[in-house]
């Protein structure tokens, strides 16, 4: 029985993976300068170029094979793989650079194909530019036709690409010399050249293994084709070239490895093979970048990162080619072919393919180290260690090649990412961008459990009963003022209803509050409960909402405008008090009341004048003065000053009592005037003295049962027509001086 994919259009693994990795890694670099390497660096040293190379590839083909097989993989290769596991920023930065680097890439393997032609045929040298643009054209237009009649003309060159290596092989047995093997064995380094160098040169040789990757699109089974295809690629071009390094060294002399360029072809039985192999090689791998780069610029195109480049995402025919993005990949190799210098590409290169490879692996750790129960891969040969190392390889190797192009590499990729995420561009695709902040967040909750709380570390989590936010924003204003940078604020909206009639109602009252969040750029996450009373809705918040250390310690309420509401507001009151938590009642005179239109109110403006704090002791003073000072520290408080305030009946004693107050903020560390007021009627004083005040904090103490009304007269009373007050009840946990 024939497989199911093998009944879908496109290619499998041998024909759209495995034969253009292999064609691509085995290139210009192998025939025409993989001689010159072995002959600076030596055996050994070349022998580690290779596998330190060859790691690096082995741990990105990996990390590439895991998420290959954890996701349905579409057009675009590595660029597709790590926007959707990195997110857009990283993906977008990705896809600009790591097209770059496949189509400059064209480029490299044109050149190296003139070089080549010119060696064979000398007279061709004066007119090597020319020739080069003629390949680079010729190029383009068998991409144009489709990559179905590439693919089928890889499928020849594979075959000369064979004989040319049997040719190799046989001559440099022919040539083995014991005493050439004991000269070359340690690096002869001249002209300047370094093992760093020449890694930097022989680095693109083994780049091709996204060359199948980037076929991703045309292929019947990626998640099986590209795993299979890329990890064979890679063993077999292993074994190549580190055989390669023993029979160059032992076949010619240093000086001649260094001298020519075309060493393979003198060394092979049937030059005529190598010649032929050379070019099938440097043709192979231009086409395989052609095909490549395109398929990647169309599939950024269509995730619409950047708006100028939306016409690439068209494609053409039945196949989707896309055509226009194959002209745009034309015309970047065209210009760097005039460049003319392979030696000055190759490290550009070897940077932009360092980053991509580094963010596969990245992005492989982060899926594995986080925990995503999404992520289930069914290639399981790699492990979070494993991508980490190949991640950590790829940045050690960038800086020992070339640290100012790494330098700059990573200046392009981090500008790139910073400017995607400066335009707040979003993806409409799941990343694990999500996933990594819950596993983050996670940790963080699990390590604040087991650690012992202190005073010192009390910070206001603050569950506002703002309603549905639009008829009291000013509750959550406030709100979130008081825990700016500090804390964590809740917006809280109790529906009074029978949950089976309004159970599906529960997600679009959430939903309004998020448009209010949003609209109000608040730091502020949403809470809705439907209950039959709001005593119990408000009950149930308190108890339920948050989690572990970031359970509410402080409930925000609007003070209510009648006194019919005073019983039920005072029972509300009693009862988040026996629950443990701190009291904040929000009284403004000068905004509309509950449910009234507030169009024309602005509770974001802040008015001139004090935040006056009436101290009457450290039961709830020292929450008082702490929410004052919580208050002051955003930026439209900042002009605000606070005063400490205390009513005294007599002069006697006035400046001490002054001192402490003194004492006591400067043990806060906080600024505040002291000031000491005498007289026999505190409301009447209280009224006079801060009639002018931004806001006004006094403290209060939850009403016994049935104390309700008075409760709400007597702070009526204080309050008086003090536009804005804050009536503070502590339920302690914090100390000013810890």
Not at 42 to 54: C, D, E, P, Q, T
Not at 196 to 207: D, I, K, N, Q, Y
Not at 394 to 413: E, K, N, Q, R, Y
């Amino acid at each position: 029985m024939p497989r199911d994919d093998q009944t879908k259009p496109g290619f499998g693994t041998f024909g759209g993976v495995f034969t253009p990795c292999v064609l691509t890694i085995l290139g210009a670099i192998m025939f025409l300068r993989f001689g010159y390497v072995v002959g600076q660096a030596g055996i050994w040293y070349g022998l580690g170029i290779v596998l330190v190379s060859k790691a690096i590839t082995t741990l990105t083909s990996l990390s590439l094979a895991a998420i290959a097989t954890n996701t349905r993989v579409k057009g675009g290769g590595a660029y597709y793989l790590i926007s959707r596991s990195l997110g857009v920023h990283f993906g977008g930065a990705i896809g600009v650079v790591f097209y770059l680097a496949q189509a400059i890439s064209v480029a490299m393997y044109v050149i190296g194909f003139t070089e080549a032609l010119v060696a064979t045929a000398p007279s061709l040298r004066e007119h090597s530019t020319a020739v080069a643009a003629v390949v680079m054209i010729a190029t383009y237009v068998c991409v144009w036709v489709g990559a179905g009649w590439t693919i089928k003309v890889q499928y020849g060159i594979l075959a000369v690409m064979a004989l040319a290596l049997a040719s190799f092989y046989v001559g440099a047995f022919e040539a083995w010399s014991p005493q050439l093997v004991e000269q070359n064995a340690g690096p002869m380094f001249r002209g300047g050249e370094s093992v760093f160098t020449m890694t930097a040169l022989f680095f693109p040789a083994v780049t091709g293994i996204m060359a199948g990757a980037n076929m991703s699109g045309d292929l019947r089974d990626p998640s099986r084709a590209i795993p299979r295809g890329t990890l064979l690629a890679v063993v077999v071009t292993g074994a190549i070239y580190l055989s390669m390094a023993v029979l160059l060294g032992g076949a010619r002399s240093s000086d001649q490895l260094v001298g020519d360029l075309m060493i393979v072809r003198d060394i092979a039985a049937w030059p005529l093979l190598i010649t032929a192999g050379v070019f099938a090689a440097t043709l192979s791998s231009a086409l395989g970048s052609m095909m490549g780069a395109p398929r990647i610029l169309q599939a950024f195109a269509r995730d619409e990162v950047f708006g100028l480049l939306k016409p690439f995402a068209s494609g053409s025919g039945p196949a989707n080619e896309p055509r226009r993005a194959t002209t745009l990949t034309f015309v970047i190799g065209m210009a760097c072919v005039l460049l003319g210098d392979l030696d000055a590409i190759a490290p550009i290169i070897t940077m932009f393919f360092m980053i991509t490879y580094g963010l596969l692996n990245l992005a492989t750790f982060y899926e594995a180290v986080t925990k995503n129960p999404s992520y289930r891969p069914t290639f399981r040969w790699c492990h979070w260690s494993l991508s980490l190392a190949g991640a950590v390889g790829c940045l050690g190797v960038m800086f020992l090649i070339d640290w100012l192009w790494a330098t700059i590499a990573i200046v392009l990729i981090t500008s790139l990412t910073s400017w995607i995420s400066y335009r707040e561009i979003e993806s409409r695709w799941g990343d694990l961008q999500s996933g990594l902040a819950f596993e983050r967040a996670r940790t963080s909750l699990l390590r604040l459990e087991t650690q012992a709380y202190h005073p010192k570390n009390w910070r206001p989590v603050i569950l506002a009963m703002s309603g549905s936010t639009w008829t009291r924003p000013h509750v959550a204003i406030y709100g979130h003022w008081l825990t700016a940078g500090n804390g964590i604020l809740s917006l809280a909206h109790v529906v009074t209803a029978d949950v089976e009639n309004y159970a599906a109602r529960r997600d679009q009252f959430e939903a309004t509050m998020r448009t209010f969040i949003q609209k109000e750029e608040l730091l502020a996450f949403p809470a809705v409960v439907i209950a039959k009373t709001l005593s119990s809705g408000v009950e149930s918040l308190v108890q339920c909402h948050g989690i572990g250390g970031l359970r509410p310690n402080t409930v925000l309420f609007g003070w209510p405008k009648e006194l019919d509401r005073a019983d039920v507001f005072g029972a509300v009151l009693r009862q988040v008090k026996r629950l443990g938590r701190s009291l904040i009642a929000a009284r403004f005179v000068d905004l509309p009341a509950d449910g009234a239109d507030t169009a024309g109110a602005d509770p974001w403006r802040v008015p001139t004048g004090n935040i006056d704090v009436w101290w009457r002791g450290k039961k709830n003073g020292g929450l008082m003065l702490l929410l004052a000072h919580l208050l002051h520290q955003n930026p439209e408080w900042r002009r605000n000053k606070i005063r400490m305030l205390r009513v005294q009946q007599g002069d006697e004693g006035r400046a001490e009592v002054a001192r402490s107050i003194e004492a006591t903020c400067r043990a806060a560390r906080i600024a505040a005037e002291a000031c000491v007021i005498v007289g026999d009627d505190p409301a009447r004083l209280i009224a006079e003295t801060s009639r002018d005040a931004a806001v006004v904090i006094l403290g209060f103490e939850a009403p016994d049962e049935g104390a309700e009304r008075q409760f709400y007269e007597r702070m009526e009373a204080f309050a008086g027509a003090l536009p804005r007050v804050l009536l503070v009840d502590s339920a302690g946990g914090m100390e000013l001086d810890s």
